[in-house]
């Protein structure tokens, strides 16, 4: 079992930059891939931004990759996304999520999810 507590979400105006957090406990988070997704009213849950266990390996959505960056700290059990160049239509409730499978974009591929931080950039 892996809990997962985001942070880091706010109110930006656009152009400019937040930083989630993403701080696990449970079992080994090393051993886990993750993922950031996000979620804007009345639309489906889309993936972000993913990195590998050891963070040898990042990826992302075509509409954040330049402005997003994915990181990970294993000793402190966090995964982080800066997001820079902000802009309205990234406004949406981000989560992050655990994966056993290998770098994923699929949300049904990950098997633990936080509870969320809102994202809310004014134009």
């Known amino acids: 079992q892996v809990q997962l507590v ?9 152009g400019g930059s937040l930083r989630l957090s993403c701080v696990a406990s449970g079992r080994t988070f090393s051993s886990y891939n ?4 996000r979620q804007a009213p009345g639309k489906e849950r889309e ?9 040898g390996v990042t990826y992302y959505a075509d509409s954040v ?3 997003f960056t994915v990181s990970r700290d294993n000793v402190k059990n966090t995964v982080y996304l800066q997001m820079n160049s902000l ?4 406004t949406a409730v981000y989560y992050c999520a655990a ?15 936080g509870q969320g931080t809102q994202v809310t950039v004014s134009s």
């Open 87 to 90: 802009k309205p239509e990234d």
């Open 47 to 55: 993936f972000a931004a993913g990195i590998s266990w050891n963070g």
């Open 99 to 113: 994966s056993d499978y290998g770098p994923e974009k699929n949300p049904a591929m990950y098997k633990y999810w």
């Open 65 to 67: 990759k330049g402005r």
């Open 6 to 14: 985001e942070s880091g979400g706010g109110l930006v105006q656009a």
């Open 34 to 37: 993750m993922g950031w997704f």
